[in-house]
């Protein structure tokens, strides 16, 4: 992915040493706010590269990342209550 000149990131899934075949391992949070994919899930990965010149400089390679799906917005619904002061 990359947003302009300021992010760039590159995420591969996780691969065997011998031999190098793909493999998934999923982590799922029910009714939590981070994946709000169907299945509430996120494949683990490898972060090949994230790169940010932004407010926040970053330069990683083959760090940890995760693929899923999120939606956003005021109408989403999970099964986690508020904690109050």
Known sequence: MKA???L???VETLRGIDPPDPY????K???GF???GEDES???ALAKLIHSTGP???DITD???SMTYVRHGSSMSTGAHPVGA
């Open 24 to 27: 998934r391992v999923l982590v």
């Open 4 to 6: 302009g000149d300021h």
């Open 42 to 44: 996120a494949e683990t």
């Open 56 to 58: 926040i400089a970053l």
């Open 8 to 10: 760039e990131t590159e």
């Open 34 to 36: 981070e994946y709000t």
């Open 29 to 31: 949070i029910p009714n």
């Open 63 to 65: 760090g940890h990342s």
